[in-house]
């Protein structure tokens, strides 16, 4: 290869890589408002900020083509990601049942054990039809209120192990799932998993043992430790940093990259697609885009519940939001330690956009961490609805050379869109 060749390819390769991420758009387009975005763009560090906005171009077959575009992005920087994990390990959940290949598993009757400290049993489920948990009342219960119980389920029956072979299958490699949510899970607790025993017509069809993952997941990343000080597992005030080096990491690249391949397999090779199949996609798309309020078995009502309640991105997560009739959100959301992310994708189907939309955002001003007293209402969700909003109008402008066909996104939702 001459010089001269092995110049050119270089100079390509970093011309290709530079096109990957542009970093200036974003930028400019909340510098475009200072009235919404002035505060945090002031000192966006303090806040955290990090957004990846993705626009989607169909050609004439309408395959979807991706543009990126970023703000801030820095996979080095931790932030905690909450529920956000719960998507992946109900994919993953999924592709378990897909592979045992037991007839009805996902509607079977799931009921679990114990076997270590600290674990619980589960042998009924009222939210459920049937009135007994299963696989598909859990992911339902993800999907619409983000439920961490039932996310705790579907990782006791995945399997810490197997969920994080899978991120690796994937090429999630920022990204390690390694504990339940809301139960002060970690250490040895976190690494055993609970028996589960799936039964269908009082006859059981399959039981996955208890199981101890013994691997370690180690993460060296900045912002691990954060705070002045945090409240302990007594109650306690404790003026040292807080310590997430053994939590859950799901940076917002990893976030994106599982919606895209979950809402368009089409556009990667077969062998990099989740192994999910016809219904099990219609399944996930039907109920992470459904409002609470329009599901019956689980149901959810007001005031506790509302439209909005898991839409951070466009609504702010309002009860009193107006809901768009047209506009459906397929998002995964997740709020703790001062910190609010959604990683989203967002149709209208009027006047035919679409666009995915990631963000998170941070405010925690007394700098205590687990004392429950943080921005969410007054900084993190206002400044999400905002740039969900910024972000439709810059899309209903955009010319596109091919308008989508956006049919395999839409949904009859049992309750007839009861939007209010």
Same mark, same amino acid.
């Given at each position: 290869?001459?010089?001269?060749?092995? /110049?050119?390819?270089?100079?390509?390769?970093?011309?290709?890589?530079?096109?990957? =991420?542009?970093?200036?758009?974003? %930028?400019?387009?909340?510098?475009? *408002?200072?009235?919404?975005?002035?505060?945090?763009?002031?000192?966006?560090?303090?806040?955290? $900020?990090?957004?990846?906005?993705?626009?989607?171009?169909?050609?004439?077959?309408?395959?979807?083509?991706?543009?990126?575009? @970023?703000?801030?992005?820095?996979?080095?920087?931790?932030?905690?990601?909450?529920?956000?994990?719960? /998507?992946?390990?109900?994919?993953?959940?999924?592709?378990?049942?897909?592979?045992?290949?037991? %007839?009805?598993?996902?509607?079977?009757?799931?009921?679990?054990?114990?076997? &270590?400290?600290?674990?619980?049993?589960?042998?009924?489920?009222?939210?459920? !039809?049937?009135?007994?948990?299963?696989?598909?009342?859990?992911?339902?219960?993800?999907?619409?209120?983000?439920?961490?119980?039932?996310?705790?389920?579907?990782?006791?029956?995945? #399997? *810490? !192990?197997?969920?994080?072979?899978?991120?690796? %299958?994937?090429?999630?490699?920022?990204?390690?799932?390694?504990?339940?949510?809301?139960?002060?899970? #970690?250490?040895?607790?976190?690494?055993? @998993?609970?028996?589960?025993?799936?039964?269908?017509?009082?006859?059981?069809?399959? =039981?996955?043992?208890?199981?101890?993952?013994?691997? +370690?997941?180690?993460?060296?990343?900045?912002?691990?430790?954060?705070?002045?000080?945090?409240?302990?597992?007594?109650?306690?005030?404790?003026?040292?940093?807080?310590?997430?080096?053994?939590?859950?990491?799901?940076? /917002?690249?990893?976030?994106?990259? $599982?919606?895209?391949?979950?809402?368009?397999?089409?556009?990667?090779?077969?062998?990099?697609?989740? $192994?999910?199949?016809?219904?099990?996609?219609?399944?996930?798309?039907?109920?992470?885009?459904?409002?609470? @309020?329009?599901?019956?078995?689980?149901?959810?009502?007001?005031? +506790?519940?509302?439209?909005?309640?898991?839409?951070?991105?466009?609504?702010?997560?309002?009860?009193?939001?107006?809901?768009?009739?047209? $506009?459906?959100?397929?998002?995964?959301?997740?709020?703790?330690?001062? &910190?609010?992310?959604?990683?989203? &994708?967002?149709?209208?189907?009027?006047?035919?956009?679409?666009?995915?939309? @990631? =963000?998170?955002?941070?405010? +925690?001003?007394?700098?205590?961490?687990?004392?429950?007293?943080?921005?969410?209402?007054?900084?993190?969700?206002?400044?999400?609805?905002?740039?969900?909003?910024?972000?439709?109008?810059? !899309?209903?402008?955009?010319?596109? %050379?091919?308008?989508?066909? /956006?049919?395999?996104?839409?949904?009859?939702?049992?309750?007839?869109?009861?939007?209010?």
């Amino acid at each position: 290869m001459t010089t001269r060749l092995l /110049l050119l390819l270089v100079f390509l390769s970093s011309v290709a890589c530079a096109q990957k =991420a542009d970093t200036v758009f974003l %930028k400019k387009l909340l510098q475009s *408002r200072p009235d919404l975005f002035g505060s945090i763009l002031k000192h966006p560090a303090q806040n955290e $900020v990090q957004i990846i906005y993705t626009q989607i171009d169909r050609d004439k077959n309408n395959l979807p083509h991706f543009t990126s575009y @970023t703000y801030r992005l820095n996979p080095k920087h931790y932030f905690y990601p909450a529920s956000t994990v719960k /998507l992946p390990a109900a994919i993953f959940a999924l592709e378990k049942a897909n592979r045992l290949g037991i %007839k009805s598993l996902k509607i079977a009757d799931m009921i679990t054990d114990s076997a &270590y400290s600290g674990q619980t049993r589960i042998m009924t489920d009222t939210s459920s !039809e049937t009135g007994n948990p299963s696989i598909s009342n859990y992911i339902k219960k993800i999907l619409l209120v983000s439920d961490n119980d039932a996310y705790n389920r579907i990782y006791e029956f995945a #399997g *810490r !192990e197997e969920i994080n072979k899978k991120l690796k %299958k994937y090429g999630l490699t920022n990204t390690r799932i390694v504990g339940r949510l809301a139960v002060g899970d #970690g250490g040895e607790n976190a690494r055993n @998993t609970n028996p589960v025993v799936f039964y269908a017509d009082n006859a059981a069809i399959y =039981a996955k043992p208890a199981q101890r993952d013994s691997n +370690n997941y180690p993460m060296q990343l900045e912002n691990m430790q954060q705070g002045n000080g945090h409240i302990n597992s007594e109650d306690k005030l404790v003026m040292k940093p807080f310590d997430f080096s053994d939590k859950n990491v799901y940076p /917002l690249e990893d976030q994106q990259m $599982v919606l895209k391949r979950l809402l368009f397999p089409e556009a990667f090779p077969f062998k990099e697609r989740f $192994v999910l199949s016809a219904e099990d996609y219609k399944f996930i798309y039907q109920y992470m885009s459904m409002y609470p @309020t329009e599901s019956t078995k689980p149901g959810y009502a007001r005031p +506790n519940y509302y439209p909005a309640y898991c839409k951070f991105l466009y609504y702010g997560a309002d009860s009193l939001a107006n809901i768009n009739p047209d $506009v459906r959100i397929f998002n995964k959301v997740g709020d703790s330690y001062g &910190y609010d992310i959604d990683n989203a &994708y967002i149709i209208d189907f009027k006047n035919k956009v679409e666009f995915m939309l @990631t =963000a998170v955002v941070q405010s +925690n001003e007394d700098g205590i961490l687990n004392d429950n007293k943080y921005e969410y209402n007054t900084v993190c969700l206002p400044f999400l609805k905002n740039l969900g909003q910024l972000v439709m109008q810059h !899309e209903l402008v955009r010319k596109k %050379k091919y308008l989508p066909d /956006l049919s395999k996104f839409k949904f009859i939702y049992s309750k007839g869109n009861k939007l209010h």
